[in-house]
């Protein structure tokens, strides 16, 4: 069982930077795959970062590549997203999750989210 905890989201303007980070439980959290995902009203939840265990492999969705980076400290079990030049279309609940490192498909566990607003 991996418990993950999201904080750092908050209301900023068009063109700032905010930092996100999640802090997972558990003694193994190189071993685990994560990612970030968002999601507004009315959409489907979309993952736009993700980082391998070892840090080796990295991915970003188009809408955020060049602006967002993952990155992870596994002594201290967190993963971050550093989110620059913020848009008001990066307005969102943004949620971490975990799966075993090298396997594809589903996540297996999910933070409760932290809302992320960027005002024009």
């Known amino acids: 069982q991996v418990q993950l905890v999201e904080s750092g989201g908050g209301l900023v303007q068009a063109g700032d930077s905010l930092r996100l980070s999640c802090a997972a439980s558990g003694r193994t959290f190189s071993s685990w795959s994560m990612a970030w995902f968002r999601q507004t009203p009315g959409k489907e939840r979309e993952r736009i970062a993700h980082i391998s265990g070892n840090e080796l492999t990295t991915y970003y969705a188009d809408s955020v590549k060049g602006r967002f980076t993952i990155s992870r400290d596994n002594a201290k079990n967190t993963v971050y997203l550093q989110m620059n030049s913020l848009k008001t279309e990066d307005t969102a609940v943004y949620f971490c999750?975990?799966?075993?490192?090298?396997?594809?498909?589903?996540?297996?566990?999910w933070g409760q989210g932290t809302q992320v607003t960027v005002s024009s």
């Open positions: 999750a975990a799966r075993r490192a090298g396997v594809a498909g589903a996540y297996d566990y």
